[in-house]
């Protein structure tokens, strides 16, 4: 199964930042990108275990991929909260794999989830 989210998430640096800033400003961070998430994902099944290739198409080369890979927090906690998977733990996830990619017209996060369904 395969879902896009459009644009970009908070990469590390960012979450950082707004965890420093105040102290409500990373939970309304979270909150905001999780439910995005998880709104996405309810037309998914629900599945059991996972694998998981999550692709980052990013407008332009800027960020260092180990900041973009900061959102997969949110992409986690999403699929939890839509009842795509029943954790975000190993017992539920078998393996993420990340990819980058440039796409200066259409940043996105593809998220592929391949797994056994209950």
Do not use: C
């Amino acid at each position: 199964m395969k879902f896009d989210i459009p644009g970009r998430l908070p990469g590390t640096n960012e979450i950082v930042v707004a965890a420093k800033s105040h102290f409500g400003a990373y939970a309304k961070m979270k909150d905001e990108y999780t439910n995005a998430v998880a709104w996405l994902a309810k037309k998914l099944p629900k599945f059991e275990r996972v694998d998981i290739v999550i692709t980052w198409h990013e407008p332009n080369l800027k960020r260092d991929i180990d900041n973009i890979a900061g959102g997969t927090k949110f992409i986690l906690d999403g699929l939890v909260r839509a009842g795509t998977i029943p954790d975000d733990s190993q017992r539920y996830i078998n393996s993420i794999v990340h990819k980058f990619a440039l796409d200066r017209d259409n940043p996105r996060v593809e998220i592929e989830i391949e797994g056994r369904k209950q």
